[in-house]
């Protein structure tokens, strides 16, 4: 745990960083892009959000995402074990918001909407009718992840504000 403690600052730094830069993300989507693909008839959003969920599976946003997750864990396991620390609390509590409110929701939720819109057939209605339940759907849990990257973020920067 020495090489742990001696990387705290850095770790959390890094880890608040990245639950910032995959909350922002998220807020664009939630913001303007899944707008943006409503606009569209049901066919073209279709297509274009297949390409999208095809395009995000890339090293830069996965080491964001999962990245940030893996150094979430070593920040939850290290807090536990140094609770007595100043910020240990807040250490557990951002990596726990991130790793359930975002990368759980992530999987639980908004990759099983992605898989199922990835076979949907644009040009049919059940297409069509995919497409109007998955807007809302995937739009909520993507609110949910976005608040709960950004909430993490926050909690880890107050942690440094508690290990002065």
């Given at each position: 745990m020495v090489i742990i403690d001696n990387l705290r600052f850095p770790l959390t730094l890094f880890t608040a960083l990245?639950?910032?830069?995959?909350?922002?993300?998220?807020?664009?989507?939630?913001?303007?892009?899944?707008?943006?693909?409503?606009?569209?008839?049901?066919k073209e959003g279709i297509i274009a959000m297949q390409s999208i969920n095809i395009t995000a599976i890339n090293p830069l946003f996965m080491v964001a995402l999962f990245g940030t997750a893996v150094a979430c864990i070593f920040l939850a396991v290290s807090s536990v074990l140094k609770w007595d620390q100043p910020g240990a609390a807040y250490l557990l509590i951002g990596s726990l918001l991130y790793l359930i409110g975002t990368v759980l929701v992530t999987i639980a939720f908004n990759v099983p909407l992605?898989?199922?819109l990835a076979i949907a057939k644009p040009d049919s209605t059940e297409g069509a009718n995919l497409w109007a339940r998955y807007l809302t759907n995937w739009t909520f849990w993507n609110h949910v992840r976005t608040i709960a990257a950004l909430a993490a973020a926050l909690t880890l920067a107050l942690c440094d504000r508690t290990m002065r």
């Open positions: 990245g639950c910032g830069l995959v909350a922002g993300v998220f807020f664009a989507f939630s913001t303007f892009v899944i707008n943006a693909l409503a606009r569209l008839q049901p992605n898989d199922a």
